[in-house]
């Protein structure tokens, strides 16, 4: 099945700077997706990108897809403290339901 | 409040102790779907239900069984809890199956000893 594999798996950075987390994954894709969960709670969706897009904004966070590449970055502009978490990217989709990769943990620093 | 509602949060049972963990959504959601997640090995689907009455194995079914017999309710049954099943288990649900968009329940932790 498709699996998306994120880069790097650890995150440590300063509050007030930007994050970006890397996706890759090995098949044709429908679309992608990136969610997000906190410590030992329920992953939340933040954003699907389809295949045809290679831009997409939702507040602070910027996906982008490069389908050529069979990769795509989550950016997530100005941190906060509330954005420690761990962000997993998602492919598939249908009957099959979606393949998760293993995540990239991110710590914002006060 | 739109949401996914696992029951038990939390569970330590022994080997061999039937035991079902109950998952409900409020959405009329089609899709309904289990995941284990486990250190170092991520997000693994065990069974996936695309309607009532129609339900599928996912990666990792062995040791599991589902039902889907309403629209909302999505059991998961270990008929005979193994220590490898040790994990923290989601259920999650999404409009139609090709929407791919999930909503995820709060989680059980189960500990098999």
């Known amino acids: 099945s498709q699996q998306g594999e994120e880069d790097p798996q650890a995150l440590s950075i300063q509050e007030g700077e930007n994050a970006t987390m890397n996706c890759s994954y090995k098949t044709s894709i429908n679309n992608l997706q990136w969610y997000r969960q906190n410590s030992g709670r329920g992953l939340v969706h933040l954003i699907l990108?389809?295949?045809?897009?290679r831009e997409k904004h939702s507040g602070r966070l910027r996906v982008t897809l490069d389908t050529s590449k069979k990769s795509s970055s989550l950016l997530i502009t100005a941190s906060r403290a509330a954005d420690t978490a761990s962000y997993f990217c998602a492919t598939g989709g249908g009957a099959d339901g979606l393949t998760f990769g293993k995540g990239t943990h991110l710590i914002i620093q006060p | 409040e739109a949401q996914v509602t696992q029951n038990p949060r939390y569970l330590i049972t022994v080997t061999g102790k039937k035991l079902t963990v109950t998952c409900s959504q409020n959405?009329?959601?089609?899709?309904m779907s289990w995941y284990r997640q486990d250190p170092g090995l991520g997000l693994r689907q065990i069974y996936y239900?695309?309607?009532?009455?129609?339900?599928d194995k996912g990666d990792v079914p062995e040791g599991y069984k589902v039902s889907r017999k309403e629209k909302r309710n999505f059991p998961l049954i270990l008929e005979s809890p193994s220590p490898n099943q040790t994990s923290l288990y989601f259920c999650?649900?999404?409009?139609?199956?090709?929407?791919?968009?999930?909503?995820f329940g709060e989680g059980s932790r189960l500990t098999v000893l």
């Open positions: 239900s695309m309607n009532v009455e129609v339900t």
């Open positions: 990108i389809r295949s045809n897009e």
């Open positions: 999650a649900s999404s409009p139609n199956r090709n929407t791919g968009e999930l909503f």
């Open positions: 959405m009329n959601h089609e899709y």
